[in-house]
């Protein structure tokens, strides 16, 4: 059992930055693949990025990449995202994931993510 909770949400203007914590409980969080999701209103959850267990690999999803890394520390059973340049189409509920497949096609279907946080508000003022 794997239990997430994300944090560093908020407001922020077009072109600024804001890191987003997910921190797990359980002895077995390095063996899992890590994801982040988001979903804004009206809209579909979608991927954004997710790193692998060792933390050497990462996937972003188109709209993001360039703009946001995916990193964590198996020491503070934490993993981050780093998100830089916002734009108002950031603007949503994100969310971290944890999955036992690795990075790959399956890494971006959340479907097959097993456990998930409450879920954190980030707001892209224009």
């Known amino acids: 059992q794997v239990q997430l909770v994300e944090s560093g949400g908020g407001l922020v203007q077009a072109g600024g930055s804001l890191r987003l914590s997910c921190a797990a409980s359980?002895?077995?969080?390095?063996?899992?693949?890590m994801g982040w999701f988001r979903q804004a209103p009206g809209k579909e959850r979608e991927f954004v990025a997710a790193?692998?267990?060792?933390?050497?690999?990462?996937d972003y999803a188109d709209s993001v990449k360039g703009r946001f890394t995916i990193s964590r520390d198996n020491a503070k059973n934490t993993v981050y995202l780093q998100m830089n340049s916002l734009k108002p189409e950031d603007t949503a509920v994100y969310y971290c994931?944890?999955?036992?497949w690795g990075l790959g096609p399956l890494g971006r279907k959340g479907a097959e993510y097993d456990y998930w946080g409450q879920g954190t508000q980030v707001t892209v003022s224009s």
């Open positions: 359980g002895r077995t969080f390095s063996s899992y693949t």
């Open positions: 790193i692998s267990w060792g933390g050497d690999l990462a």
């Open positions: 994931a944890a999955t036992r």
